[in-house]
């Protein structure tokens, strides 16, 4: 956890000297509605910062409190309850009940300002105007019922400037000291993150954006519990980290985790990763595309295959071969009030873009095309699920896959083995396989079983019984597909089961063969394709074993290489299926087999 600290708090560095986010105590929110007041604290008008959709403009305001159950207000800005003491119309009793406590601890914090801050004409506009306690022409004002009904955030702008109140420079200034002794309640020690003496942070700031987290935040550090302590110490005692250093790595993930910043976040079931590099590099806008696209733009109209989508990404991905540049990759799982980290990766750039070059290599397969896009997480995981669709797998279970899939290709790792028998036993209840499912096995078995690499297309040396029996039943099916259209298929009667227990079916697919070849060799014109049929199955069936013959079943590692088998075969020499796409059907709706 430490490591992941310190990474964060060296990012919040570069983003603070690029101007992307601001120094401790504060932060940048959207504050869709400003009260605006003259200088003796009367109300002029209600202002919307923003457009119809209900999102405001962003300031920079205090940093927010951290609230759990408890009543805490922020400073010069919050909802209608704690600003003007007014509950929302569908608080129940017992809620509605605590809105003056809300609007008491608002007051609070106006009168812990230092005096010169108070002294302020803005806040001293303000002041005034809550202490009067007359927001009877707030209350005509347009947009109030919008106000008091949504709970947005309201602050207040005095008449003249640009800016809120809490922007004025004697309340930053005052902000920016009470933020340096807030931490004065806590005895110094040795910082984890800093490895200097500074008092820690007792709570740390809450991390929100985690898809599944209370949308409030949740922490990343806490002890909440007395289980989780130690030698009688509270909350921040147990693991040291400085105010500044907790709002330092807080902030940089706050920033990763936000809406506006889709370009260094992928979210996959409940799994949210974020990453960034320790300095500027192209890959932190390539990573999101290379891993994470959902995008299904067209391959050009020549059908080019998908080996070209692959070679583009390794001319892309080319100059970052020799980059050093630490980068870094964060899961995270929502677990209640707090967060779970689900995968860690700190490496560089180069080692990064090797890997993915890997990943992709191990993906490439016959047939795969259609899309100028490669295969995202979403694709690769639904390829392993009914009808190509990840969203039947729980939230839980796409997480768990895909930061799985996620440490497989940024650490060169095994994939999850959870993808193998779940992908083999799809295309065995579908009958059919598809590309990417068959991208998805190939990948799977090539970082199992290194020394028993699959290749790219058909290898006709390739000696294992499972491969050999698929390739057989592909030449089986294209002796029958010789006869004309036949309302059942052998696939649609005998996959599964010639894929699991081949010797069980092997009988009956033989007497087929032999009915359809006999009407071959009776066609003159079509006996030469009866012979060369026939003697690609002496080929297959003559490296069987001699003793055992057709194996009574199949393991899930060699049903997985039958499947690779057949789909190899079918994509001999057949050129590339245009329209068969690079990650399985797009259209949900109308999912149909690769033919």
Not at 22 to 28: C, D, H, M, V
Not at 569 to 591: C, F, M, V, W, Y
Request: with cysteine.
């Amino acid at each position: 956890m430490t490591g992941i600290l310190q990474a964060l708090a060296l990012y919040n560095e570069r983003l603070f000297a690029e101007g992307a986010v601001q120094p401790p105590g504060f932060q940048e929110k959207e504050i869709p509605w400003v009260i605006e007041l003259d200088a003796h604290g009367a109300f002029i008008a209600l202002r919307r910062t923003g457009g119809e959709d209900g999102r405001g403009r962003k300031f920079v305001v205090p940093a927010e409190v951290k609230k759990s159950v408890n009543i805490a207000a922020n400073l010069l800005w919050g909802n209608a309850e704690y600003v003007l003491s007014q509950p929302r119309p569908d608080r129940k009793e017992e809620q509605a009940a605590k809105v003056p406590k809300r609007h008491e601890a608002f007051l609070a914090r106006l009168r812990e300002l230092p005096a010169e801050a108070r002294a302020d004409p803005g806040v001293a506009a303000v002041i005034a105007f809550l202490k009067k306690g007359d927001f009877t022409a707030l209350q005509s004002a347009e947009g109030w019922a919008e106000l008091v009904r949504g709970g947005a955030n309201v602050s207040f702008r005095l008449e003249g400037d640009d800016g809120l109140v809490c922007e004025r420079t004697n309340v930053r200034a005052a902000v920016s000291t009470f933020a340096e002794k807030q931490a004065d309640d806590m005895p110094e020690a040795w910082c984890l993150v800093t490895g200097r003496r500074a008092r820690p942070a007792r709570l740390h700031p809450s991390i929100k954006g985690v898809r599944g987290a209370q949308p409030s935040g949740a922490s990343l550090v806490s002890f909440n519990l007395d289980a989780f302590a130690s030698h009688g110490w509270s909350q921040g005692e147990n693991a040291p980290v400085s105010t500044a250093a907790a709002h330092a790595y807080s902030t940089a993930l706050n920033h990763l985790l936000s809406r506006d910043n889709a370009r260094q976040r992928l979210v996959e079931g409940d799994t949210t990763f974020v990453f960034w590099a320790a300095a500027k590099s192209p890959i932190e806008d390539q990573f999101s595309h290379l891993l994470g696209s959902y995008g299904t733009g067209e391959q050009e109209s020549d059908g080019a295959s998908v080996r070209a989508t692959f070679d583009s990404v390794r001319r892309g991905l080319r100059p970052s071969l020799d980059d050093a540049t630490p980068f870094y990759v964060l899961g995270l799982a929502p677990n209640a009030a707090r967060l779970a980290v689900r995968l860690w990766h700190e490496g560089t750039v180069a080692a990064l873009a090797r890997n993915i070059l890997k990943h992709f290599d191990d993906l490439e397969i016959v047939g795969l095309s259609g899309q100028s896009d490669a295969p995202g997480l979403w694709r690769l995981i639904g390829a392993a699920a009914r009808g190509g669709d990840a969203r039947r797998f729980s939230d839980t279970l796409r997480g768990q896959l895909a930061a799985g899939v996620m440490a497989a290709v940024l650490d060169g790792l095994p994939y999850p083995s959870a993808l193998l028998p779940r992908a083999v036993a799809r295309c065995r209840a579908e009958q059919s396989v598809w590309p990417l499912r068959a991208a998805l096995i190939k990948a799977v078995l090539n970082r199992r079983f290194p020394t028993k690499e699959i290749t790219v297309s058909l290898d006709s040396d390739e000696s294992d019984p499972g491969y050999r029996l698929g390739r057989l039943f592909a030449i089986l099916e294209n002796i029958q597909r010789t006869q004309g259209d036949t309302n059942v298929t052998i696939r649609d009667r005998y996959f599964g089961a010639f894929m699991a227990a081949p010797r069980s079916v092997f009988p009956q697919l033989m007497r087929l063969k032999n009915a359809h070849l006999k009407k071959l060799y009776r066609d003159p014109e079509k006996r030469g394709l009866a012979i060369f049929f026939e003697r690609q199955i002496d080929e297959i069936l003559d490296t069987l074993h001699p003793a055992e013959g057709v194996p009574a079943s199949l393991s899930l590692e060699e049903q997985g290489r039958f499947i690779l088998g057949y789909h190899h075969q079918r994509n001999h020499r057949s050129g590339i299926r245009t329209e068969d796409d690079a990650t399985g059907p797009t259209d949900l709706s109308k999912l149909q087999p690769a033919e």
